[in-house]
Structures are given as C-alpha cells and as structure tokens.
C-alpha cells in the first residue's frame, strides 16, 4: 500500500496555501479563488512556517458565514476555522487517509511531519492516486495476459486516447 510521501511526490501542485487567523474570510475567500484551492492552513504567522492552528475551508465559509448571515469582510479566519486539525504524517498509508476522510467527512488532510506542515492532500490526490494504482494493475495484468510478444492492450478500456473524432465532433 502507498504512502503519502509517495503520493506527495507525483501531486504536480506541491505548495500549500495558509493564512493567519486574523485574516477576514473576505481575504481567504480571494485567496483559495486565485489560487485555485478549498481550504487554507490557518498558522500562527500565516505562512506555512508557522504553528498550524486550524483548517479554514470553503464548506466552513458556506455554512458558518453565509447560512448564519455573518459578514465575510469583519469576519475572521479564526472564528470560523475547524481547530485542532486531523492531520497526517509521510508514512502514513493511502488507506488510512481515506478512512480519516471518510469517518471525519472531510475532503483536506494537512501533512505534518515533526511539528511542521509540509504539504496538503486532498480528496482529488486521493481519488487521482487510487485510478492511477488500479490503471498500473490493469496493464500489468494485460501484459501478462497477452504473453511478451503482443505491444497492443487488447481492452479498449484501457487505451488512454482521446474521444473518437466522430464523437468530438457530435459532442461539439
């Protein structure tokens, strides 16, 4: 089974977005929209070299902002943040990290190894890591089936080729 360090190692966004407690939710909200994100790590300094004190998300600001009629420009982080954090650890198994996820309905795991935050998974890694963990399964087991001198996958299933030109273009 793999670990987070292995699935930190192929995530292509490695940097983790933070922010201090005393941020509004106005600033949070344009943060995690430019940077493309749904949650922020709330640290003492506000950057990631800083004692993590919270998790601020997008679910948090729908329903402690919005649903309770609060203003999201007087609003800070800090009031609204999940503290303390479910966080995790390099060696930590894939596994577990969906079962933290599942039993804590969450959909962000800060890493944090020896005091220090070091990256973030998401439920996307999780869901691009086990596809990519069944697709090398898949062509191991037709490599095997097919004998060493067969080059083309016999399933169609498991050619990773782009939409048929006929149906592009109907579906255009």
């Known amino acids: 089974m793999a ?3 292995q699935v930190l190692k192929a995530k292509t966004g490695k940097s983790v977005h933070t922010i201090g ?3 509004s939710l106005f600033e949070a909200i344009g943060m995690m929209s430019h940077t493309g994100v749904g949650a922020l790590v709330v640290t003492a300094s506000g950057d990631q070299n800083g004692a993590v004190h919270g998790i601020v998300t997008e679910r ?3 329903r ?3 649903l309770q009629d609060k ?3 007087t609003t800070t982080v800090g009031e609204i943040m999940t503290s303390p954090v479910t966080s995790i650890g390099l060696e930590t198994r894939t596994d ?3 079962a933290l996820m599942t039993h804590h309905r969450i959909r962000h ?3 944090i190894e020896n005091g220090r935050l070091i990256g973030m998974l998401s439920i996307g890694d999780m869901v691009r890591h086990l596809i990519d963990e069944q697709q090398f399964a898949i062509d191991q087991l ?3 089936v097919r004998g060493p001198h067969h080059e083309a996958p016999t399933c169609a299933l498991t050619r990773r080729s782009p939409l048929p030109q006929t149906l592009a273009t109907r579906l255009a």
Request: charged share 25%; proline share 4%.
């Open 21 to 23: 407690a005393q941020a």
């Open 71 to 73: 203003a999201s420009r």
């Open 60 to 62: 948090d600001y729908a």
């Open 142 to 144: 037709e490599s095997y």
């Open 96 to 98: 577990d990290c969906m």
């Open 3 to 5: 670990t987070v360090k």
């Open 64 to 66: 402690k902002v919005i």
């Open 109 to 111: 795991l800060p890493v």
